[in-house]
């Protein structure tokens, strides 16, 4: 079946504009991950959606970052006033409900360029 | 804190030697460890978890809680195991941390 799908791939901004990065998770996933790779960097958690819910946003960097997830699905990521700090490849995961070690389901990833 | 050190950024073997790719971690529960790899344009993938106490593709990993390391074991390296490997610990059964990864080369 379809994998976690992430768009755009690719995006270049401009210092102090908006982005917004999209996650299609697998079908029946109910638990939704961003996380946040810059380079020479391992993984950052960002954040996790149950549901529509959001319990754990701890990871994310600086008010100008929030997420919202609707219909158990789709999840976007927005960065407002994006700063050249915030150049990374931002990963999308999903799983089954979280608690019993479910595998996470990695996307290909968005790779975000602030000039 | 916790924390997931892999000491090696490159590492380089031949074909069919041993490979060993270290992970050390830091943490005050139980930990629950996990190898990722990505292989060259592909999407980060889970290799294999400690508790399932499995071989994927010839690899091991045994979970040493005295030294806290997780280190990765193949015993006969192929070309196609060439790729960066990323060992993760899950935090509150949700979140992973990861080091910063390892880049096995395997020249032939």
């Known amino acids: 079946g379809a994998g976690v799908s992430q768009s755009p791939s690719n995006k270049v901004t401009e210092k102090g504009k908006d982005v917004e990065l999209r996650c299609d998770p697998i079908?029946?996933?109910?638990?939704l991950y961003w996380y946040r790779q810059r380079l020479g960097q391992g993984l950052e958690f960002l954040i996790y959606f149950q549901g529509n819910s959001a319990p754990d946003k701890s990871g994310l960097p600086s008010d100008r970052f929030s997420a919202e997830r609707t219909g158990e699905s789709v999840s976007t990521l927005t960065i407002q006033r994006t700063q050249q700090e915030d150049s990374a490849v931002y990963l999308c995961a999903s799983s089954l409900p979280s608690g019993n070690q479910e595998t996470q389901y990695f996307g290909p990833g968005t790779r975000l360029l602030v000039l | 804190a916790q924390r997931v050190t892999q000491p090696e950024k490159l590492l380089s073997v031949f074909k069919g030697a041993p490979v060993e790719l270290k992970c050390n971690y830091s943490?005050?529960?139980?930990?629950?460890l996990f190898w990722y790899v990505q292989y060259s344009r592909q999407r980060l993938q889970l290799l294999l978890r400690?508790?399932s106490r499995e071989s994927i593709k010839g690899f091991t990993a045994d979970l040493n809680k005295g030294e806290t390391s997780f280190h990765l074991k193949k015993p006969f390296a192929q070309e196609e195991d060439s790729a960066m490997y990323y060992c993760a610990l899950l935090i509150s059964n949700y979140k992973l941390t990861f080091g910063k990864g390892t880049l096995l080369t395997v020249n032939p």
């Open positions: 943490y005050s529960g139980s930990p629950e």
């Open positions: 400690h508790i």
């Open positions: 079908s029946g996933h109910t638990a």
